[in-house]
Every structure is written in C-alpha cells, then in structure tokens.
C-alpha cells in the first residue's frame, strides 16, 4: 500500500465575482477579508487552527469542512452557516440575524449586544 500523506492543496484567497474563497490555511491566524460590497459572500472551506476575520458588511459566510477554525466578522445581512465543523468558533462583532449550525461538533458562538436577538437553527 501507498504509505504516503496526501498532499496538502495551496492556500487560496481570492475574490472571484461576488464570492471569497478562503480555502485550505493551516495554523494561520492573520487571514483578512477585506469586503467592499454588502452583495459580496464568503466561502471558507478546509482550513485548520486558523483565524480568519472578515472586515466590512457582507451578504452570507460559510465555514464549511474546517478544524478549530474561528471566524471573527462585523456584520452579516442574511446568515452565517456552519457545516462539517469540528471546534469552530464564531464571533459578531456588529449584526447576524441568522446562524445555522449542522453536521459539526463543537461551536461556540459569542454575540455581539446588536445581535442577542439571533435566530440559532441547528
């Protein structure tokens, strides 16, 4: 049998259209999304001990398939989704009207005062 690792696909950050892709960082702390249109989302899929913190107003974030991953952001206009996480860790700064939680096992989530009034789907 093959007794090699898989090999580890290359950070991605970039903008393509509306969408950011934040993919694949492992053990970085220091990731910025810097959002200029309400109308921009962002995908943040596989990343591992990261910190990623998303500046500006935005229309949805998506944490998908991520280990001990915290996601730091100001404001959300629809929802935040959580999916195939383990130890995620979501923080709002601003406003989130919606936070939907599923297939993950461990989530904290810390509100902001604008946002106590959250609706949390799991």
């Given at each position: 049998?093959?007794?090699?690792?898989?090999?580890?696909?290359?950070?991605?950050?970039?903008?393509?259209?509306?969408?950011?892709?934040?993919?694949?960082?492992?053990?970085?702390?220091?990731?910025?999304?810097?959002?200029?249109k309400p109308k921009e989302s962002v995908y943040i899929y596989k990343c591992t001990d990261s910190v990623v913190q998303v500046k500006g107003k935005v229309n949805s974030i998506v944490l998908?398939?991520?280990?001990?991953?915290?996601?730091?952001?100001?404001?959300?206009?629809?929802s935040i989704d959580v999916v195939n996480c383990q130890s995620a860790k979501v923080q709002v700064t601003g406003v989130m009207p919606t936070?939907?939680?599923?297939?993950?096992?461990?989530?904290?989530?810390?509100?902001?005062?604008?946002s106590k009034g959250v609706d949390i789907i799991t």
């Open positions: 049998p093959d007794q090699r690792k898989p090999t580890q696909a290359a950070p991605v950050l970039e903008l393509r259209g509306n969408k950011w892709f934040v993919e694949n960082y492992v053990k970085n702390s220091e990731i910025i999304v810097e959002a200029e998908d398939s991520c280990k001990k991953t915290a996601l730091l952001f100001d404001t959300v206009i629809a936070i939907n939680i599923d297939k993950t096992d461990g989530c904290q989530v810390y509100l902001s005062e604008a």
